[in-house]
């Protein structure tokens, strides 16, 4: 129980991978130096979001970016949950978010589950499965404070998921996202609210800035939601960070006050995870 300190870093992406990345580094040393305990990067916060940049930014696991994060982790003292970055393994491209302990050791890592394939009228078209491989794993990882859920942007709009993950203990669900200008405006909140009061746990969205000169345009407002669901913590769209107080005494006081997840009836419907 206790407490501790979660940074959200909503970095401006570019076409300049190593630009990406080094900014990624010092923002991430710039949030320990102010007593952050985890920092949160973007979805594909080395790379620009389109299926076209996927494969050609790519990089198998380890690669530089992974190299670099790894490091400035470690060197920052710091958990870092990465982002996502475009992960290469035999054909495949997956959206890949790669979790490091304050030593710099991978504690864990989520591959997008569900991909992005709308086609909204007089709004926003995407189709990631052009490019991507969904993941196949609920994803949870344990640090000193409590244990944590981890998604990708889309991944939060299935309560299925997120619920697995409260089964799993998690208190803290962080999700990596890029919600555009169609979708950020109408659901963006919503489903971080609605996911944090389904499962009583505090919910962390990770976008980029927006860029109105990018292919895509992130709606940015990174945000932190409370388990009773109320919006602790939002940015706008511009570049910058955050550093945000997470409570997990609140999460038990909830839980004991309103016990949803008690009162589950699972005498008439279960959710299982189909290995």
């Known amino acids: 129980m206790g407490k501790f300190k979660a940074a959200l870093l909503q970095t401006l992406v ?20 102010e007593g952050a305990d985890i920092a949160v990067l973007p979805e594909m916060f080395c790379c620009p979001y389109s299926t076209s940049y996927f494969r050609e930014y790519g990089e198998e696991e380890g690669g530089f970016a ?4 790894s490091f400035a982790a470690k ?9 996502t970055v475009p992960e290469l393994e035999d054909n495949n491209v997956y959206n890949t978010s790669y979790v490091f302990d304050r030593k710099g050791n991978k504690i864990a890592k989520h591959r997008k589950m569900h991909l992005f394939d709308i086609d909204v009228e007089g709004g926003q078209y995407f189709k990631e499965s052009d490019v991507l491989t969904p993941g196949r794993d609920v994803t949870v990882f344990d640090t000193e404070f409590c244990k944590i859920g981890l998604g990708v942007c889309y991944d939060i709009r299935f309560p299925e998921l997120s619920r697995l993950m409260a089964f799993e203990g998690a208190e803290v669900i962080i999700y990596p996202g890029a919600f555009n200008m169609t979708t950020g405006p109408a659901h963006w909140e919503l489903n971080f609210r609605a996911r944090a009061l389904d ?10 800035a ?4 990018a292919l895509y345009h992130s709606y940015g407002n990174s945000i932190i939601v409370s388990p009773w669901g109320n919006v602790i913590s939002r ?16 999460v038990q006081k909830v839980r004991n ?6 009162h589950l009836r699972k005498d008439i419907y279960t959710l299982n995870k189909n290995i």
């Open 14 to 33: 570019y076409e300049d991978k190593e630009k990406n990345v080094n900014d990624a580094v010092e923002l991430i040393e710039n949030a320990a130096r």
């Open 66 to 69: 992974y190299e670099k994060i």
């Open 75 to 83: 060197k920052s003292g710091i958990y870092v949950v990465a982002g």
């Open 199 to 208: 499962n009583q746990v505090y919910t962390i969205g990770v976008a980029p």
């Open 210 to 213: 927006r860029d109105m000169d």
């Open 235 to 250: 940015m706008d769209e511009k570049e910058g960070y955050i550093i945000q107080e997470i409570d997990l005494d609140y």
């Open 257 to 262: 006050e309103l016990p949803l997840l008690k």
